[in-house]
């Protein structure tokens, strides 16, 4: 071989290697790159994701009672799980996609219009055609996506309530009621589900059918042009190779707006929810109050739950002493509950106000005011979890020690340590592995461990059994000792206690004194106190 032969050898070798090498460096590139998008795409949209989920838990807290009277557990838990996963996905998906089919659109049809004009227009002419067909029918299936999710949240809501009151359910043998009131809803979201996926179906094959028809169209014209020597066989292949460059990113973009048609549906409801200005909030001169003594007013009060119904107080007007234990008394719908739950702004009075240490609660820091106040109720609400989880719950920074101390004040801390776990053991949901005295007497323990001036007591011993009853009674001595206390009363235990009993009826307080004082007045009191 000679030297010309050997020298002409040596480069295409040094060609080959080189080419292999910039391959080789290309390959990693692309990988390096495409991992780089692909993970950090995804840890933005889970960002993106975990924000807004933050965000709208954190406005359901700051909403009041009536949010919560007026909007179902389904449709607020929907939100969270379903459609903001559907709004991140897009939003992960979208960018990429889009600037892809951009990018490559930009690209063909610049090719297409340099080359020859004749296939920019016919490239043009279809793609138009598609865009306006996806127009056409894009409101619709928006329209059955948001009905969509509606029945979805209502599944979601019949599903929690008949699960979490299976018992109540199977009490009463309705488990073939909860199935039919869940296969209608069932049936209507299947039905809805059917018309999507038909409109989607004449949407997708509609626009595959306007790509896929771009490929002969343009074939059939370029053979023309060559034929008559208008373009070179190079310039078809060209097209071609364009036309295919473009058919990828056009079909992955028709997946994209399916996916678009249930994130905007979702974000409706993620952007209607989240702009419901909270009914209760802080105002710019709301002022934290230390060392609360306890003293509640009413001062002309006047409350009612809607526009539709008649106020449950008109021009209400109450003063408790701090340290002093009063007693509701009063006919079931009469505003009991409601009185108690206007004190912490659970709702906000319409006329009138409400005033803690001579200072009008709306002028206090809501968050101040509620740490102040101790609510035990008649349905007592424990969350899953463990004995010292719960009472914790009270003062979430509090030491063991801290814990067994209002364990005890409340008499649970020896039934609490009868447990295996002893404070570690596991309740179950809403505490069901526990008795009721002992969930009464666990709650109690949460108040303790608050150590609130202010108690408001929804008599719970009624549905309970003697021995409990004892218990927690010898507890509510206690927790009660120089707190001013306001007690919702059903049992003759908690009246006598109290230093003034108040009776409520539909016109407000209408008896007030000691249970002795009533008593002699033979009035609506005595009633009361017959039927006890």
């Not at 060559?226 to 190079?234: A, D, K």
């Not at 989240?274 to 109050?289: A, G, H, Q």
């Not at 801290?402 to 340590?417: G, L, N, P, T, V």
């Not at 809403?430 to 408001?456: E, H, M, N, T, Y």
């Amino acid at each position: 071989m000679n030297e010309t032969s050997r020298s002409e050898t040596s480069i295409a070798t040094k060609t080959m290697i080189f080419f292999a090498v910039l391959v080789a460096v290309l390959f990693v590139i692309h990988y390096s790159c495409n991992r780089y998008t692909k993970y950090w795409g995804k840890v933005v949209g889970s960002a993106i994701e975990r924000d807004m989920c933050s965000e709208l838990f954190n406005h359901y807290q700051k909403q009041s009672y009536r949010f919560f009277d007026e909007n179902n557990t389904g449709k607020l838990t929907s939100a969270i799980t379903i459609d903001i996963k559907n709004i991140s996905t897009f939003l992960y998906f979208a960018p990429e996609t889009i600037l892809d089919f951009t990018v490559r659109l930009i690209g063909a049809f610049t090719v297409f219009f340099i080359v020859n004009i004749w296939f920019g227009f016919v490239a043009v002419t279809v793609l138009g055609l598609a865009f306006l067909y996806t127009c056409y029918f894009v409101p619709k299936i928006q329209r059955k996506m948001i009905a969509s999710h509606e029945n979805f949240s209502d599944l979601n809501s019949i599903t929690e309530e008949a699960l979490s009151g299976i018992r109540t359910v199977q009490s009463f043998a309705n488990e073939e009621l909860e199935l039919n009131k869940f296969c209608k809803l069932n049936e209507q979201y299947f039905e809805n589900q059917k018309v999507i996926h038909r409109l989607g179906s004449v949407l997708n094959s509609g626009m595959n059918s306007f790509i896929i028809t771009l490929i002969p169209i343009i074939t059939i014209i370029s053979m023309f042009f060559v034929i008559n020597g208008m373009i070179s066989t190079g310039d078809l292949i060209t097209y071609l190779l364009y036309v295919d460059i473009l058919i990828g990113p056009l079909f992955t973009f028709i997946g994209l707006i399916q996916n678009y048609q249930e994130s905007i549906a979702g974000y409706r409801r993620f952007f209607d929810l989240l702009t419901v200005e909270p009914e209760i909030s802080d105002s710019k001169d709301s002022i934290k109050l230390d060392n609360i003594k306890g003293s509640v007013e009413f001062r002309n009060v006047s409350f009612y739950y809607s526009k539709e119904k008649k106020n449950i107080f008109n021009n209400l007007n109450l003063k408790i002493e701090s340290g002093e234990y009063i007693a509701l008394v009063g006919a079931s719908g009469v505003g009991k509950s409601t009185l108690c739950n206007l004190i912490p702004r659970f709702y906000d009075v319409l006329d009138g106000e409400i005033l803690v240490d001579n200072i009008n609660i709306k002028n206090i820091i809501l968050k101040n005011l509620r740490e102040n106040i101790g609510f035990v109720q008649q349905d007592t609400f424990l969350f899953s979890g463990t004995v010292m989880e719960n009472i914790r719950y009270g003062k979430p920074k509090s030491s063991d020690e801290e814990i067994f101390e209002a364990a005890k004040s409340a008499y649970a801390h020896d039934f609490i340590m009868g447990f295996t776990d002893g404070y570690h053991t596991q309740i179950g949901q809403r505490g069901l592995k526990l008795s009721g005295g002992q969930r009464q007497r666990i709650a109690i323990a949460r108040v303790f461990l608050k150590d609130p001036p202010i108690l408001v007591f929804d008599e719970a011993t009624s549905s309970l059994d003697s021995e409990s009853e004892r218990y927690i009674q010898k507890s509510l001595e206690k927790l009660t000792r120089d707190r001013t206390t306001i007690v919702i009363a059903h049992r003759l235990s908690t009246i006598k206690n109290a230093k003034r009993i108040l009776v409520l009826t539909n016109e407000g307080i209408v008896e007030e004194g000691t249970h002795e004082e009533l008593l002699d007045n033979n009035g609506v009191y005595t009633g009361f106190y017959r039927l006890i």
